[in-house]
């Protein structure tokens, strides 16, 4: 298993460790549409706790690949100073400047601007305060996704 994802990784200049795999399909996306063949690879964490033992991590350090990680806004900053120590002298050694946080909640914060949704998608038949009352039934239903975690 770990020869496949070597091979699948061999080739990415860093690796991003994001929390989950919506955020690895947005920020793979914006990736590509920023660069056509994007040298970066984004693996979802599952855990910050496990990252000694995510195998990408490992292999990236085998690789000597660059590695990142981005939270999401809503980590306290308790919780994520004590991940930031733990990693930056663990195994996986991700240094303070390779970890950022979101200054929103999520990534989905970002996109679900009904605006830009408009800007974007001109065609939708709804108008900004349709395409907002949308996002805020998806905002309340992650809340209450969250709440009941």
Do not use: C, W
Not at 110 to 135: E, G, H, M, T
Request: glycine share 4%; aromatic share 10%.
């Amino acid at each position: 298993m770990e020869k496949d994802l070597a091979a699948s990784i061999a080739d990415a200049k860093a690796i991003v460790f994001v929390e989950g795999e919506t955020d690895v399909d947005v920020f793979t996306e914006f990736a590509t549409k920023l660069q056509p063949e994007p040298k970066i690879s984004f693996f979802d964490l599952e855990g910050y706790g496990y990252a000694d033992y995510h195998p990408e991590a490992r292999l990236s350090r085998l690789l000597n690949i660059p590695m990142f990680l981005i939270f999401d806004g809503h980590i306290p900053p308790e919780k994520r100073r004590k991940i930031e120590k733990r990693l930056s002298r663990n195994k996986v050694k991700i240094g303070p400047s390779h970890i950022m946080t979101l200054k929103k909640n999520s990534i989905e914060d970002y996109l679900l601007v009904p605006r830009a949704i408009k800007s974007a998608y001109p065609s939708i038949p709804k108008s900004i305060q349709d395409i907002a009352l949308f996002v805020q039934k998806y905002k309340d239903q992650q809340k209450k996704e969250e709440s009941s975690r």
